[in-house]
């Protein structure tokens, strides 16, 4: 039964995770943020502490860009925050049902603070179901990111990632 579980919560995080990427605050992206940043990501379990994985890459923020939803036509979250040269905050959270009868509760907390060409941020990511789930554990996930700005954004930026993630794909790593 508990690998039963463990293969379900699998299954369950991942569509979470695909789907339930936040409809975020549409935020503007303050210049002192803009440039190459090369990251360190690296995600706990919250109950644990295990290491879940890691990960470095680079991106691109450019003028003009915003915490926008990266795919609207994901379930329904609601999203604040704020940004400027120093920090960013998002809170976001919503629910919906995954199966009949099992509701996931999906809570989203991420804050930065940037210092010249480095940052660092601390996102919460927390699943909790209810009703008829009882094969779906709640789950929990934190992310820690290292930035480091390595060069200005390129001209003309145009939001084009040095690799092939988008920033709205950086920061669904902090999902």
Not at 54 to 63: A, V, W
Request: charge should be negative; glycine fraction near 6%.
């Amino acid at each position: 039964m508990d690998s039963l579980r463990k293969s379900i919560t699998a299954v369950f995080v991942c569509l979470l995770v695909v789907v339930a990427i936040p409809a975020l605050a549409d935020v503007e992206i303050p210049d002192e943020w803009f440039g190459i940043w090369e990251l360190e990501v690296v995600g706990y379990d919250c109950d644990s502490e295990m290491v879940i994985f890691s990960s470095t890459s680079l991106d691109s923020i450019c003028e003009g860009s915003m915490f926008v939803d990266p795919d609207p036509s994901s379930f329904p979250i609601e999203c604040t925050g704020s940004a400027d040269a120093d920090s960013y905050t998002l809170h976001c959270e919503g629910s919906q049902e995954v199966i009949p009868g099992c509701t996931a509760n999906f809570v989203y907390d991420s804050d930065a603070t940037r210092d010249g060409d480095s940052y660092s941020s601390v996102t919460i990511t927390s699943i909790t179901y209810t009703g008829d789930c009882s094969v779906i554990p709640d789950s929990c996930q934190r992310i820690e990111v290292t930035g480091t700005r390595i060069d200005d954004a390129p001209d003309p930026c145009d939001e084009v990632p040095v690799e092939t993630r988008s920033w709205s794909t950086v920061k669904s790593f902090y999902r």
